[in-house]
Structures are given as C-alpha cells and as structure tokens.
C-alpha cells in the first residue's frame, strides 16, 4: 500500500561535497542537455529526451509518484551546480498478504561530471535515506551488462549480486544481460555507522537512526528471507 512520503526537509540530504533534494517540474531546464545526450543514456531504460516538453512530461510523473508514496528522485548538486538524479523509486509496501518494504535504485549523471566518485556517494546517501528516512526493508538495483561503470558503482556500495537476468533486454539492436543486485536493511550496517551523524541532514540519522514500527508479520518475513 503506498504510504505517504516524508516532508520535503527530511529528503533533503548532505554528503561530504554534495546536496540532494527532491526534483521538482521546476528542474526541468537544469536537466539539459543531460537528458538528450546519447552517449550518457545509452545504458539507461530510456531514450534520449527530443525537447524539453518531454523532460516536463517525466518530472510530472515524477511528482505524482512522490506524492503517492511511490518513489523519490533526487536532483544531485555540487556547490549549488546541478549534476544528475538518483531515486529509490516504484516503491512495493506489499502484496496481497506480505509485506515487502522494497524499491529500486536508479542514477544518472551529466557527461562531464562521470569519475570522480560523485554517484557513488550521492547513491550512498539515497540507499540510507531508503532505509532510515523510507523504511524499506531492501533496495534492488540492476545494470545492462555493458555498463561497466554503473556495476563498478553498485559493487562499492556494498550490493549483493542476486544473478544474471540473461538477454533482458532490447537495447539499440541489441539483447543485453541485465545483472540484478540487492541490499537488505540490515546489509552494511558497519559503513552506515561510519557515517557522521548529520551527515545525512534532514532524516532520521539527524538524530538518532530509527526504523519506521514495523507489524509483526514484517518482522516474520524479514526473518525469513535472512540469509
Ligand atoms: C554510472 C555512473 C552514474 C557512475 O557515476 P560516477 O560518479 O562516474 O561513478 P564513480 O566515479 O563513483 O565510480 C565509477 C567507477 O567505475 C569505474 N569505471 C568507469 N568506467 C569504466 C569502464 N568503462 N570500465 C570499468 N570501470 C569503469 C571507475 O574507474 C570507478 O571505479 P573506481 O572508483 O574503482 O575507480 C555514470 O557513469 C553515469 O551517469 N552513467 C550514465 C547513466 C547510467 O548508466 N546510469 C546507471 C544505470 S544502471
């Protein structure tokens, strides 16, 4: 069942060199030439932008699914300088009789902006927020099998590789693997303690971290997919 999505103060986050606060219509315009740059979308699920009305349309739906408690997408900035999105979005609260707390992760930075470790911190920060300020009980993330950089990202952000989906998809002549990772709340909690408190401005992690209540019924299944 979708819940409703925490205030926009608590989304907005911090890390060492970046800001994110959730994308609104108004973005638009800082979203190009990003989104209509081949090369930078070759390895995405979607085609570059032809005009900004087409940018408009997506950060429209972007809102509605924010507003339904179905996902979250973060635009990403450096000392004020916009530099891609990150979201946890179709966010699933459960199905028919279980509960399953989960989400997928996606990314994507300007060209000039790729190496220099950007994503994965603005990435980390999203994960958390998932976590701390979402309470999701896991993240998935998957990459077409090419994209070398986005997996290189999703290993240093400490996912477990779930498997191979083989010939997933039809991506410019071309079916490609895609490969399926995940995240457990309960992953990683070590790195999530290094993180300084505040470091993640506006969540929960502002003061102490805390985990939305969860039915019992949640805490059956998470003991039962434990691994
Ligand atoms: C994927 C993406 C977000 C990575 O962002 P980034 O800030 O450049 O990533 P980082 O700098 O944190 O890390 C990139 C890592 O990939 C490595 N890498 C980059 N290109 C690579 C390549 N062709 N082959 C192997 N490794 C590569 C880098 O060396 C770095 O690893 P390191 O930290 O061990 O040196 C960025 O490339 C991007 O926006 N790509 C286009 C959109 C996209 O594909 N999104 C992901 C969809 S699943």
Known sequence: M??????????????????????????????????????????LSWDPHRDEATTRAFLRQVEEQH??????????????????LVGIEGIRRGFLGVHMDQAELGYWLGRPFHGRGLMTEAAGAAVRAAFDVLGLHKVRVRAMAPNAASLRVIRKLGFR???????????????????LFE???????????????????GGRRASAPRRRPRPSRTAASRRATRR
Request: no cysteine; aromatic share 6%; net charge positive.
């Open 67 to 84: 507003a339904a408690g179905r996902g979250v997408l973060w635009a990403i900035f450096e000392e004020g300088a916009f530099r891609g």
């Open 2 to 43: 979708p819940s409703r999505p925490p205030s926009r103060r608590v989304l907005t986050l911090r890390t060492e060199r970046l800001q994110l606060r959730p994308v609104t219509l108004a973005d638009a315009p800082l979203l190009w030439p990003h989104v209509a740059d081949p090369v930078m979308t070759r390895w």
């Open 183 to 201: 995240r457990l709340a309960d992953d990683g909690a070590a790195d999530r303690r290094e993180v300084s408190p505040g470091s993640v401005r």
């Open 161 to 179: 590789r779930v498997g191979t989906l083989r010939s997933e998809v039809l991506r410019r002549g071309r079916w490609l693997d895609v490969e």
